[in-house]
């Protein structure tokens, strides 16, 4: 068989000697406030709840939105995807701290009251009726998508693996390290996981066709101690992990995303077109199986339009629905998080994981998008539609699109 790009003919099932190598953790930890505020006492607070997968795009947003002239500041509380959804479902109020971002970008820690406050917005990864206790959507509140993230099974990169397929994430999350026996991936000590509120989990569980709630692993709670534990296992050939993509790629230092191989493929992919490239090549055409919009849910009215105006506002800002004000160039943030705006993607699909159709979206910006992710484009460069040829007649953001 010819292997074609982002494609990996590696089998997940060979094991390889590596060397045992320790590697450094990753980010650094935010600087602490001053002293901590009421989350309330805040200019124009805007609160949501989910989890931490997405934490470095609202990072980005949140500062931005601090420098507008009429300035949001967005607070969010990151205990895991499915409380974006579930907090609804049940009504129990979040609690406790959350974090927030000054207009450069710091990361503050502000306090809700003691009884707690319902969120003004929940975001997620996957769809929240994929959340374990969780049959429908609550009336009253609508779903709004936003950009797409995909998910990386990882090892550290001193692991000389290189692919997976799912029926090796099968029987390797699906029964454990050690009952699974998939070589060499059989130590139950480096069989990372987290919990079934894990849009990450959700996803690939779908994926390999386990219940999330029967998914096996130590549960390390959040993206970066994914990452972590990954960086500091002594164990390395046997380490394995997922997170999503964009923190995948944040700390390629430490950790390398596998190929994957879906149920009806014949290799495995990477999201990206090779190893070491950033254009989503194979999330964008669906060669890569795991990807999702992110999912955003908020209180609406009887016309599905959410009821809060500052909550109205912000998803409408990834929506479409609502004009950008100048210091947010959301395009750009997406693209550079690490993230695929829905105008980059020539695919789609109506259920997690499920099957795709083609996409041709209204206004698509997959030229640019190369550009901005990649650094080139094979796209015709211009400044009006009077530039670009026939076959892409219109100009945006730059470069001759096809429509």
Not at 33 to 61: E, F, H, I, Q, R
Request: charged residues 15%; contains cysteine.
């Amino acid at each position: 068989m010819e292997i074609g790009p982002g494609m990996s003919s590696t089998l997940p099932r060979v094991t390889l000697a590596a060397p045992l190598a320790a590697a450094l953790v990753l980010a650094a930890a935010p600087r602490p406030a001053a002293a901590a505020v009421d989350c309330a006492d805040l200019p124009n607070p805007l609160v949501g709840v989910g989890g931490s997968a997405s934490k470095p795009l609202l990072a980005k947003v949140g500062a931005a939105l601090r420098k507008a002239a009429d300035p949001i500041t967005l607070v969010y509380q990151a205990p895991g995807a499915c409380f974006g959804i579930t907090t609804y479902v049940d009504g129990t109020p979040i609690t406790g701290t959350a974090s927030y971002w000054d207009a450069d970008g710091t990361e503050q820690t502000c306090n809700f009251p003691v009884l707690g406050v319902t969120p003004d917005f929940g975001m997620l990864g996957v769809q929240g009726t994929l959340c374990d206790g969780v049959d429908a959507i609550p009336d009253g509140i609508g779903e709004f998508s936003g950009p797409i993230t995909s998910w990386s099974l990882i090892v550290p990169n001193a692991s000389s693996q290189t692919s997976i397929s799912a029926e090796a994430v099968y029987f390797v999350y699906g029964f454990g390290a050690a009952l699974g026996q998939v070589s060499p991936w059989i130590v139950d000590a480096e069989l990372y996981s987290r919990n079934a509120t894990s849009a990450a989990l959700i996803a690939i569980a779908i994926a390999a066709g386990i219940p999330p709630t029967k998914f096996k692993g130590v549960d390390v709670k959040t993206n970066q101690a994914m990452i972590s534990s990954l960086a500091m296992s002594t164990n390395p050939e046997a380490a394995i992990g997922f997170v999503s993509t964009e923190v995948a790629d944040l700390n390629r230092d430490t950790v390398r995303t596998l190929a994957f191989q879906a149920h009806d493929q014949t290799c495995g992919y990477w999201p990206d077109s090779t190893s070491t490239g950033f254009d989503k090549r194979n999330v964008r055409d669906g060669h890569y199986a795991l990807w999702s919009p992110y999912r955003f849910y908020a209180p609406v009215d009887g016309n599905n339009q959410i009821v809060d105006p500052r909550t109205r506002r912000f998803v409408g800002f990834f929506t479409g629905a609502e004009a950008l004000p100048p210091e947010l160039p959301l395009l750009d943030i997406v693209i550079d998080n690490g993230n695929l705006p829905q105008c980059a993607m020539e695919v789609w699909r109506d259920e997690e994981i499920g099957p795709l159709y083609s996409l041709q979206p209204d206004e698509p910006c997959g030229c640019y998008f190369e550009f901005r992710a990649a650094g080139e484009t094979a796209c015709t460069a211009c400044q009006d539609d009077a530039g670009c040829p026939g076959d892409a007649p219109k100009c945006r953001h730059g470069y001759c699109e096809a429509i």
